[in-house]
Structures are given as structure tokens and as C-alpha cells.
T-cell receptor, first 119, second 108 residues
Framework: NAGVMQNPRHLVRRRGQEARLRCSPM?????VYWYRQLPEEGLKFMVY????????ESGMPKERFSAEFPKEGPSILRIQQVVRGDSAAYFC?????????????????FGPGTRLTVL | AQSVTQLDSHVSVSEGTPVLLRCNYS??????LFWYVQHPNKGLQLLLK??????LVKGINGFEAEFKKSETSFHLTKPSAHMSDAAEYFC??????FGTGTSLTVIP
């Protein structure tokens, strides 16, 4: 059973370009979470998605960032008009069970991350 | 408010000696707590979790953690460190709130 897959593993963009990060959850998992990890910091929750639904996007910046998890295919985190401050590692996680509210006992299975560098 | 504090950003131990990684939390309601390990350029792997059952939780690779409500702590321990334990460790509250991590170095 393949784990959570993320691609690309490394992504370099110039300021103003778009970045698209992909995440394929584990087989049978329909809940996906995106996190951002800045240097020397822990992971910060960005968004929680189910198939075709955004459940919680309270951690997403209000502008330039969007996420989707279509019925078919991977989840996509999209960053438009990237700036240097977007440089970070972006991790995706999946779980077989959903989360109610902001408290959960669910184990998350993490992908290896995408390291975004903005020049 | 919910938050997690990992008290040490770096811990260094000799191989074969005990490991203690400290974590304190603040939560408005009964918490769930997790410890994850991250090896370089890898994703996070769950070590153990507390879900309001036994307060002493045993995880993989010989790690365990004890939930102490009176101290709002969930410290991670291992009796004897192995070289392969060198990694970054994250304490997580209620699935979404991550500590800033503790980097464990194991000296041969």
C-alpha cells in the first residue's frame, strides 16, 4: 500500500509565477490536510479537504492561495504570484476518518513534502 | 486557546542513555496528543498518541509518553537512545496544533 505521495519534491519558482503542489492520499483515504513548515518552525495547518469539499480553510492566507480535492485525481495546493516569503516545505497528510471541529484523535499519514523555493 | 510548547529546540544524548523530550500544552477541552518523528527529507511518522484512555502511552521503537493533566505535559521518553533515533520530533495537540520541534542528536 503506497503511502501519501507528493510531487514535485522540489519546486523552484521566480517571484510572480504560480506554484502547483500535488498530493495523492493513501488508498482509501478521503480526507486531506495541507501544512506549511517555515525554517526553524513547526508545521502550520493550512486547509482540510474532503473529496470536492473544503472543510476548514482557516489556516490559508486570504489571497493567492487555494486548494482543491477533486472527485478524481490528486489534491492540489495552488499559490499564485509567489513571493519570497512563500518559500517553505509544504506537507500533505491524509486520514481515513474525518475530523469534527478542531479536535481529533485521528492519526495522519504524511507525505515527504514539497520544498518550494522562490527566487 | 490551544497551543503546544516544546521546551527544548535541541537535545543531545549519548547512545545508550535515556531520552527525554518535553512538551507542554494548553487546551480549552480534553486534549488529544501525538508525537511524530521526522527524519531528514522525509514525511512525519506517528510515534504514539494519547486519546483519553491510559495515561502512559507506548509507541513504536521503544518510545513512550505520559499524559499528566495536572502539569499539562506529555513528555516523550526512551530508556536507551539508538543512533537511528536522531531526528526531529514534534508534539501535536488535537491533530492540528504543532510544536516547533525538538532536534535530537545521538552521540556515538
Amino acid at each position: 500500500n503506497a503511502g501519501v505521495m507528493q510531487n514535485p519534491r522540489h519546486l523552484v519558482r521566480r517571484r510572480g509565477q504560480e506554484a502547483r503542489l500535488r498530493c495523492s492520499p493513501m488508498k482509501g483515504h478521503s480526507h486531506v490536510y495541507w501544512y506549511r513548515q517555515l525554517p526553524e518552525e513547526g508545521l502550520k495547518f493550512m486547509v482540510y479537504l474532503q473529496k470536492e469539499n473544503i472543510i476548514d480553510e482557516s489556516g490559508m492566507p486570504k489571497e493567492r492561495f487555494s486548494a482543491e480535492f477533486p472527485k478524481e485525481g490528486p489534491s492540489i495546493l495552488r499559490i499564485q504570484q509567489v513571493v519570497r516569503g512563500d518559500s517553505a516545505a509544504y506537507f500533505c497528510a491524509s486520514s481515513p476518518l474525518g475530523t469534527s471541529g478542531r479536535s481529533s484523535y485521528n492519526e495522519q499519514f504524511f507525505g515527504p513534502g514539497t520544498r518550494l523555493t522562490v527566487l | 486557546a490551544q497551543s503546544v510548547t516544546q521546551l527544548d529546540s535541541h537535545v543531545s544524548v549519548s547512545e545508550g542513555t535515556p531520552v527525554l523530550l518535553r512538551c507542554n500544552y494548553s487546551s480549552s477541552y480534553s486534549p488529544s496528543l501525538f508525537w511524530y518523528v521526522q527524519h531528514p527529507n522525509k514525511g512525519l511518522q506517528l510515534l504514539l498518541k494519547y486519546t483519553s484512555a491510559a495515561t502512559l502511552v507506548k509507541g513504536i521503537n521503544g518510545f513512550e509518553a505520559e499524559f499528566k493533566k495536572s502539569e499539562t505535559s506529555f513528555h516523550l521518553t526512551k530508556p536507551s537512545a539508538h543512533m537511528s533515533d536522531a531526528a526531529e520530533y514534534f508534539c501535536v495537540l488535537n491533530q492540528f496544533y504543532f510544536g516547533t520541534g525538538t532536534s535530537l542528536t545521538v552521540i556515538p
